[in-house]
């Protein structure tokens, strides 16, 4: 199968089919998350989730940091 090629500065993928490829799992995607049928996370309950795993994160790197400086 040929594959025709695309430009960089015109997309992403290495060609159409890859392209077209993409959409298809794309659409998939979207489709299948309109259709779940799960609560909703509100946005400020994630980003605490987030920020709350990043503070750990950074502790933790920090007690490291003290611990290999002396």
């Known amino acids: 199968m040929l594959m025709s090629a ?5 997309s992403e993928h290495e060609s ?5 490829r993409y959409d298809r799992w794309f659409r998939e995607k979207v489709r299948a998350s309109q259709e779940d049928g799960r609560p909703l ?3 400020d309950a994630v980003m605490a989730e987030m920020d ?3 503070r750990r ?4 790197v ?3 940091n003290a611990t290999s400086a002396t």
């Open 16 to 20: 159409e089919e890859a392209a077209a």
């Open 52 to 54: 709350e795993i990043i």
């Open 62 to 64: 920090a007690k490291r």
């Open 57 to 60: 994160a950074e502790e933790r």
């Open 41 to 43: 996370i509100p946005h």
């Open 6 to 10: 695309l430009s960089p500065i015109v």
